[in-house]
T-cell receptor, first 115, second 114 residues
């Protein structure tokens, strides 16, 4: 069965330092994986997606993620954190069923950026 | 602007009251979904509709019903609201043949049951 585990519920970094948000997935077939960001009291915004093309995926706002099949991981990184990056981040794996596909969400990682 | 529209944005209900959350999309997507978001639990699927005329239960369907009124609209009904249904509800749509594009989400409905 498809599932996704976000290894940290909270991450704190200083402004200007690197960001690493960890995600491990379980899938019985080659998955599609996504990262979404949610700023306080806002909706969900797509950061980036992996769909079996390049394993290193670049997204918006300087974020990128690397798909590592051998490690079943899809960690999100950014070289230098900005105050505006403070938000909650969700890793998502897709499950294909009944003629459509469903998102399976991780429990989220709340990123705090310290001045 | 094309997208997913949810109404209302905020709602307070008393225990036992009923209400319907509305969702409409104008992207001609076949599939629509309802999720609830609770702190520390991510988003959990309540119901989904793979195509017009079909609906299926998701992970947490108890206490809810849905109607796929037409291709555009997918409503979520709480027949007898309970405090445990206090949550933020998101509607989304997708096109099954375009999985690479992912979901389009609405802006959410914040529901409080007292």
């Amino acid at each position: 069965a498809q599932s996704v585990t976000q290894l940290d519920s909270h991450v704190s970094v200083s402004e200007g330092t690197p960001v690493l948000l960890r995600c491990n997935y379980s899938s019985s077939y080659s998955p599609s994986l996504f990262w979404y960001v949610q700023h306080p009291n806002k909706g969900l915004q797509l950061l980036l997606k992996y769909t079996s093309a390049a394993t290193l995926v670049k997204g918006i706002n300087g974020f990128e993620a690397e798909f590592k099949k051998s490690e079943t991981s899809f960690h999100l990184t950014k070289p230098s954190a900005h105050m505006s990056d403070a938000a909650e981040y969700f890793c998502v794996v897709t499950l294909t069923t009944s003629g459509t596909y469903k998102y399976i969400f991780g429990t989220g990682t709340r990123l705090k950026v310290l001045a | 602007n094309a997208g997913v529209t949810q109404t209302p944005k905020f709602q307070v209900l008393k225990t036992g009251q009923s209400m319907t959350l509305q969702c409409a999309q104008d992207m001609n997507h076949n599939s629509m979904y309802w999720y609830r978001q609770d702190p520390g639990m991510g988003l959990r699927l309540i119901y989904y509709s793979a195509s017009e005329g079909t609906t299926d239960k998701g992970e947490v369907p108890n206490g809810y019903n849905v109607s796929r009124l037409n291709k555009r609209e997918f409503s979520l009904r709480l027949e007898s609201a309970a405090p445990s249904q206090t949550s933020v509800y998101f509607c989304a749509s997708s096109e099954p043949g375009l999985m690479n594009y992912g979901y389009t989400f609405g802006s959410g409905t914040r529901l409080t049951v007292v």
